[in-house]
C-alpha cells in the first residue's frame, strides 16, 4: 500500500515554511480562505493586501508570511505549490488539476476500504480459489516488487535523513519489529505446541517487516503518518538481514532454514525495487512524477490481489483447520498490537505510540508467503503468511476506527523532528 503514501501523504514532504506568494488582484477575508486549508497550512494576508500560503510539516510550529515584495522565494521540485485563492471571489482555493484531485479522493476511499477488499478477497479465495490463484510465485513476486517500487517512488534522500534526525523514535519502531514480533511468534508457537510446519510459518511471518497497510492504519487512526512511512522504510530495509537471521535462529531448530537463500530473495524483492524507485524519485522527477499518477489505482488492485492468492492456495487446508490456524495468528498480532503501544507509551506520546503499536501489529505477510513457498518444501509453512493477511488486515483496521473515536491529547507530547 505504499503507493497510496502519495495520496495520504501528499504533504509529507514539504519543508517548513516553503512557500510561493503572489500578489492579489482582489482583497479578500482571510478567514474564508483558512477555512478552506488543513490546519498545518496557512493564508495570510500582509498589510498591503499580499497573500502568502506558508506550508509546514509541524502542526504546532508557527506558520511564516511573506510580503508581497517577496517575489523571489523560490519552491523546492518536492514542494512547489501555485496559490491563487487571492483573485478567487468565492474565496475558495483551486486545485490546479481539479481531475486529479477527483482521481486523489477516490482512491483515498480506495485505500481506506483495504479491509472490506481483504475480506471479499478471502471469500473469493476461499470458495472460488481458482479465481485468484493464477497468481503463483513468478506472478506474485512481480506484484510484490512494483508495490516495492511504488513505496521507493514516493521517498527522497530527505527521507533517510529524517530518520537520522529521529534515531530514538525510528530505532524504538524498528526494534518493536524485530524485537518484540519475532519473541512473541517463538513464544506462541512454543506455548501452543504446534506442529514443525506450522511452528516455522508463524515465527516466520513474525519476522517479516512492516507492512505498507500500517500507513493507511495511521493514518485513519490519527498518529504520525510521515514517522509510519519512516519506519515501514526502515524495517523493509533491514528485512534484507533480520528475516532470514531471526528465522535462522527462531525456527533453525525445527526444520532447516536456508539463511542465504532468504537474504537473496529479499534482496531481489524488497530492496532492488526500493532503491530503483528512491533513484528514480531523486534523478528523474518529471518521470517520477507521471507515474505515481498511475501506481496507486495499480497498488489497490495489486495489493488486493497479494492478499486474495495465499488465501486462495491454502483454501484446502482452511477448510479444513481453519479455527486451529486463526487461533495462534491473531494471538500474535492482537499481542503485538497491546505490547508495541504500552512499550511505546513509557517514553513516547500518544500520536507516536499509537504509530508504533500499528507498525509493530502489522507486518508485509505477503513477503512471509512468498518466501515460505520459495524456500521451504512443506506447503503448511504458507499458511500462517496467508491467515495473517487477514487477521492483520481485520485487525489493524478496527484498532484504527477504535483510535479515531478517540482524539489525541491537544498536550500531547512531539516525537517527531521535521
Not at 503518518?225 to 537471521?245: K, Y
Amino acid at each position: 500500500m505504499a503507493s497510496i503514501s502519495r495520496v495520504v501523504l501528499k504533504d509529507m514532504k514539504f519543508r517548513p515554511n516553503e512557500a510561493l506568494c503572489s500578489t492579489p488582484s482582489h482583497t479578500i477575508s482571510s478567514r474564508k480562505v483558512q477555512s478552506n486549508l488543513d490546519t498545518r497550512r496557512g493564508l495570510t494576508l500582509s498589510d498591503n493586501g499580499a497573500s502568502c500560503l506558508a506550508i509546514q510539516n509541524k502542526p504546532m510550529t508557527p506558520i511564516s508570511a511573506f510580503p508581497a515584495s517577496f517575489s523571489s522565494c523560490q519552491p523546492s521540485r518536492s514542494s512547489l505549490l501555485l496559490c491563487k485563492a487571492a483573485t478567487d471571489f468565492s474565496g475558495d482555493v483551486p486545485s490546479s488539476s481539479g481531475r486529479m484531485s477527483r482521481y486523489e479522493k477516490i482512491i483515498e476511499t480506495l485505500t481506506t476500504l483495504f479491509p472490506v477488499w481483504v475480506i471479499l478477497g478471502t471469500i473469493v479465495g476461499i470458495y472460488k480459489p481458482a479465481a485468484v490463484t493464477w497468481l503463483e510465485t513468478d506472478l506474485f513476486t512481480l506484484g510484490l516488487g512494483f508495490l516495492m517500487l511504488s513505496m521507493g517512488l514516493t521517498l527522497t534522500f530527505e527521507d533517510f535523513r529524517r530518520c537520522l534526525r529521529n534515531p530514538w523514535t525510528v530505532g524504538v519502531g524498528f526494534l518493536a519489529q524485530y524485537l518484540i514480533k519475532p519473541m512473541l511468534g517463538f513464544f506462541i508457537a512454543m506455548t501452543l505446541k504446534l506442529s514443525a510446519p506450522l511452528a516455522t510459518g508463524l515465527i516466520l511471518v513474525s519476522c517479516c517487516p512492516g507492512g505498507q497497510a500500517s500507513n493507511v492504519a495511521t493514518y485513519i487512526s490519527k498518529g504520525n503518518v510521515a514517522l509510519s512511512v519512516l519506519m515501514t522504510t526502515c524495517s523493509t530495509i533491514g528485512a534484507i538481514v533480520m528475516t532470514p537471521l531471526l528465522t535462522k535462529l527462531l525456527a533453525g531448530q525445527l526444520v532447516p532454514v536456508d539463511a542465504a537463500g532468504l537474504a537473496i530473495s529479499t534482496f531481489q524483492v524488497v530492496l532492488v525495487p526500493t532503491v530503483v524507485g528512491v533513484l528514480s524519485n531523486e534523478f528523474f522527477p518529471k518521470f517520477t512524477s507521471k507515474i505515481v499518477t498511475v501506481t496507486p489505482l495499480i497498488g489497490v488492485i495489486l495489493t488486493t490481489l497479494l492478499c486474495a492468492s495465499p488465501i486462495g492456495q491454502v483454501s484446502e487446508v482452511l477448510k479444513a483447520q481453519g479455527a486451529q490456524l486463526i487461533f495462534p495468528v491473531a494471538l500474535l498480532h492482537g499481542a503485538a498490537f497491546a505490547l508495541g503501544y504500552w512499550v511505546s507509551k513509557i517514553s513516547f506520546g500518544e500520536s507516536t505510540s499509537r504509530t508504533i503499536s500499528i507498525e509493530c501489529g502489522m507486518q508485509s505477510s505477503a513477503l512471509g508467503f512468498l518466501l515460505a513457498q520459495k524456500h521451504f518444501t512443506n506447503p503448511l509453512v504458507a499458511v500462517p503468511s496467508a491467515v495473517s493477511v487477514v487477521c492483520m488486515a481485520l485487525g489493524g483496521s478496527a484498532l484504527a476506527v477504535f483510535w479515531r473515536n478517540r482524539p489525541v491529547p491537544a498536550d500531547d507530547k512531539d516525537d517527531f523532528k521535521e
